[in-house]
Every structure is written in structure tokens, then in C-alpha cells.
């Protein structure tokens, strides 16, 4: 409820462009960074909602997601092209 409307609110107010450059898209500084944390926290909260899972066992579960994410992005950054 309220965790959510504030958090998303101070998200977008700080991480948006300003003014009518706000409608092409996101920031090009901040990228998605912004847009992720926002679908994360709405999956954590509507996958609760449904009852999938405890709020715990459910936060858990996105953090070691994204973290295994954010490892097999910097493996494969690693691999030179062309192999």
C-alpha cells in the first residue's frame, strides 16, 4: 500500500527527465535502473498479494534472481567476441 505509492512516487519524481523531455522515454544517465526497480517491487508485492509465498520468502527469491542475473551478465561480458 502505502510502502509502494511512496516509494514509486519519489522513484519517478527523482529519476524521470523533467519537463517534456519526460514523454520520450527514460533518463539516458540512469537508463532502466528505474523501470526495474519499479517491476520488481510490483512483482514482490502482487506475487504476495496472490499468495505465493511470505513477503520474506518472496523478497528473497528477487534478490537471489536479480543477483544471478547481474553475475551471468558480467560472465558473458567477459567472453571476447568471436568465440
Known amino acids: 500500500g502505502i510502502w509502494t505509492t511512496l516509494t514509486s512516487s519519489v522513484l519517478a ?3 524521470l ?3 517534456f523531455s519526460s514523454r ?3 533518463d539516458q544517465d540512469l ?3 528505474s ?3 519499479a ?3 510490483y512483482l514482490i508485492v502482487l506475487t504476495v498479494y496472490k499468495g505465493f509465498g511470505t513477503i520474506n520468502d518472496v523478497t ?3 534478490i537471489v534472481a536479480n543477483l544471478a542475473g547481474i ?3 558480467l560472465v558473458l561480458a567477459a567472453i571476447p567476441p568471436g568465440i
Open 31 to 33: 537508463a532502466w535502473g
Open 24 to 26: 520520450f522515454g527514460l
Open 60 to 62: 528473497v527469491n528477487r
Open 71 to 73: 553475475f551471468l551478465s
Open 17 to 19: 527527465p523533467q519537463g
Open 35 to 37: 523501470g526495474y526497480f
Open 13 to 15: 519524481y527523482y529519476t
Open 39 to 41: 517491476m520488481t517491487q
